[in-house]
């Protein structure tokens, strides 16, 4: 083979070789772009998602305040609608021409009306009676009764004005004059079984039998 030849064959052997690196930077630059256009796709697909999430996250919250809002609104609603047979009962008391009995008889009506209101409302009175204990918890003293003994337990004398607790929370304490009670009396001790006398038996004479 001449020189020519040789020479021939090694450059389409080099141009040979420059046709495949390049058809093969190709295919790779191919299959890069088209794995970037896949990560794109992911990458918008994921922020469509993000952003649908974020706008129903957003759209939930308005909601929850909406809600929260018509609840703040609208929480005395059944306690309103409780008093309205107060107002009206209270209305045709004072529009009535009667005499006292009835305008008494027409405020005992809507006093009644209202406890009834407040009670079904979670509302309950706290009425203590004359010569029950003293609780600071839910009595509020505004007096003191001289008497009774300095050592005595304080008890209620009188009852000024009701308390009022909601769902067993105190609201208001009732104010109750207060009076020292009698001093109890200290009770006995048992007495020790070892210190009773014992009441000695009688004497027992010894008859001998006749032999």
């Known amino acids: 083979m001449s020189d020519t030849a040789i020479l021939g064959w090694v450059v389409a052997a080099v141009a040979a070789a420059g046709w495949?690196?390049?058809?093969?930077?190709?295919?790779?630059?191919?299959?890069?772009a088209i794995d970037l256009g896949r990560r794109l796709s992911e990458s918008r697909a994921s922020a469509e998602e993000v952003e649908g999430?974020?706008?129903?996250?957003?759209?939930?919250?308005?909601?929850?305040?909406?809600?929260?809002?018509?609840?703040?609104?609208?929480?005395?609603?059944a306690f309103a609608q409780r008093l309205l047979p107060v107002e009206d009962a209270l209305a045709r008391a004072l529009a009535s021409d009667g005499d006292l009995s009835s305008y008494r008889e027409g405020v005992g009506l809507v006093h009644r009306l209202l406890e009834s209101a407040f009670s079904q409302s979670?509302?309950?009175?706290?009425?203590?009676?004359?010569?029950?204990?003293?609780?600071?918890?839910?009595?509020?003293?505004?007096?003191?009764?001289?008497?009774?003994?300095?050592?005595?337990?304080?008890?209620?004398a009188q009852v000024g004005?009701?308390?009022?607790?909601?769902?067993?929370?105190?609201?208001?304490?009732?104010?109750?004059?207060?009076?020292?009670?009698?001093?109890?009396?200290?009770?006995?001790?048992?007495?020790?079984?070892?210190?009773?006398?014992?009441?000695?038996?009688?004497?027992?004479?010894?008859?001998?039998?006749?032999?």
Do not use: C, Y
């Open 122 to 156: 979670g509302l309950q009175p706290i009425r203590p009676a004359a010569g029950e204990p003293f609780d600071p918890r839910v009595h509020e003293s505004v007096g003191m009764l001289p008497g009774g003994s300095e050592e005595g337990a304080l008890e209620i």
């Open 53 to 77: 999430r974020l706008d129903e996250a957003e759209a939930t919250a308005r909601r929850r305040v909406r809600d929260a809002e018509s609840t703040a609104q609208f929480a005395n609603e």
């Open 161 to 211: 004005r009701a308390g009022w607790t909601l769902h067993d929370r105190l609201l208001k304490a009732a104010e109750v004059v207060v009076r020292r009670g009698e001093r109890v009396a200290d009770e006995p001790l048992d007495d020790d079984p070892d210190d009773v006398q014992h009441q000695p038996e009688p004497h027992q004479e010894v008859v001998s039998a006749a032999d």
């Open 20 to 32: 495949a690196w390049s058809a093969w930077k190709l295919s790779e630059a191919r299959r890069a």
